[in-house]
């Protein structure tokens, strides 16, 4: 089951984006990562905007191969350099339909 991981970030220091934009997507690729989209390009269609940057989505082929992502030793500098130059949060979701509504998601 395809796992994504969403990032919002709110940059406040900007120092550590080069090298972590640089190496941080060969990372999640060494996990089956693809990043989907890395954009700075928001667009609020409906309620409160977040205070963001930028929004990452990242697929995974599963929870546990994101969650080998987020806790590779490799990662963690760059992860950590991140935490310090932004607030930022990480959220995971699979591929599933709560509502059990979509035929081509799973219930």
Partial sequence: MA????????????????EYAKHVHLIAAKHGGKYLS???????????????TLIALIQFPNKESALAFANDPEYAPYSQARQDGTESRFQLIDDTDVAGTIPYLSK
């Fill in 38 to 52: 890395r954009s700075a390009n928001i667009d609020v269609l409906e309620g409160i905007p977040l205070e963001n």
């Fill in 3 to 18: 796992a994504f991981l969403i990032a919002d970030v709110l940059i406040k220091d900007d120092q550590w984006v080069p």
